[in-house]
């Protein structure tokens, strides 16, 4: 089920529409990080291309974590 969140980013409010693994998986890999979950949200933000939409950026840096890291929050 895609569930839709807000953010504050860079002082403006954002939403974007994400799976909970994925959802989940960020707030692990932020813990990871040891970093804010909104400070994550707000790299990957800053890192995306402008042609791309937050949500997208957010899955593939999960896709791309998991691919390095060999993490994921669910079973396999």
Not at 41 to 68: F, G, M, P, Q
Request: aromatic residues 10%.
């Amino acid at each position: 089920m895609i569930r839709k969140h807000s953010a504050t980013l860079h002082g403006h409010r954002t939403s974007f529409s994400l799976e909970e693994p994925f959802w989940l998986e960020l707030k692990t890999i932020a813990d990871a990080r040891k970093i804010a979950f909104a400070q994550l949200i707000a790299e990957i933000d800053d890192a995306r291309l402008a042609d791309s939409n937050l949500s997208s950026a957010l899955r593939v840096y999960v896709l791309n974590w998991i691919k390095t890291h060999g993490h994921y929050t669910e079973d396999r």
